[in-house]
T-cell receptor, first 112, second 114 residues
Framework: DAKTTQPTSMDCAEGRAANLPCNHS???????VYWYRQIHSQGPQYIIH???NNETNEMASLIITEDRKSSTLILPHATLRDTAVYYC?????????????FGTGTRLQVTL | NAGVTQTPKFQVLKTGQSMTLQCAQD?????MYWYRQDPGMGLRLIYY???????DKGEVPNGYNVSRLNKREFSLRLESAAPSQTSVYFC?????????????FGPGTRLTVL
């Protein structure tokens, strides 16, 4: 699986958009970009994933650059409850059991 | 639909004691996983089960055993607990397929080994 690089921490004011970057310059053509988050003391939570097109769901938007070497997770209106560690993971979706490799992620602090 | 459930939520053991962490999912997923998370660290895979009747080692399997009891349940056993196994343990199950590889996590078991 391709290696990812994320900033260690970021701050965002409540109500503003939070833009979390991820670099994955060695991504292969068949690898997806996944985002999970972990709110303090809870299990990780799936947010969104994509291959090459931009994706949006009720939680967030995922913007993937045309060369697929980087992506940005956007929380359009961050709230205090979005304070969490956000993990960007790149991997191939397979039919058999897969293993997610969690790095250290980006700690997002949403403030008043 | 409870998703992934884990028991117990908290446990304190003495060195050398044994215990089994229980995990169950009601989403009819084939694959299940056990991770551990040490303070300030990311998750590390201990064992996983691709389907009922199969188990495989992950990154850090030493000191652990697993049983895939049936499609719903996947247990993790510590035969002789050590202080280095103090951690938070998460179970997960997976929706897999051609275009998705999403894992759903339980709330975790916080284990302290004295």
């Amino acid at each position: 699986d391709a290696k990812t690089t994320q900033p260690t921490s970021m701050d965002c004011a409540e109500g503003r958009a939070a833009n979390l970057p991820c670099n994955h310059s060695t991504i292969s053509g068949n690898e997806y970009v996944y985002w999970y988050r972990q709110i303090h003391s809870q299990g990780p939570q799936y947010i969104i994933h994509g291959l090459k097109n931009n994706e949006t769901n009720e939680m967030a938007s995922l913007i993937i650059t045309e060369d697929r070497k980087s992506s940005t997770l956007i929380l359009p209106h961050a709230t205090l409850r979005d304070t969490a560690v956000y993990y960007c993971i790149v991997r191939v979706a397979t039919g058999t059991a897969s293993k997610l490799t969690f790095g250290t992620g980006t700690r997002l602090q949403v403030t008043l | 639909n409870a998703g992934v459930t884990q028991t117990p939520k908290f446990q304190v053991l003495k060195t050398g004691q044994s215990m089994t962490l229980q995990c169950a999912q009601d989403m009819n997923h084939n694959s299940m996983y056990w991770y551990r998370q040490d303070p300030g660290m990311g998750l590390r895979l201990i064992y996983y089960s691709a389907s009922e009747g199969t188990t495989d080692k992950g990154e850090v399997p030493n000191g652990y055993n697993v049983s895939r009891l049936n499609k719903r349940e996947f247990s993790l056993r510590l035969e002789s607990a050590a202080p280095s196994q103090t951690s938070v343990y998460f179970c997960a199950s997976r929706v897999g397929g051609r275009d998705t590889d999403t894992q759903y996590f339980g709330p975790g078991t916080r284990l302290t080994v004295l």
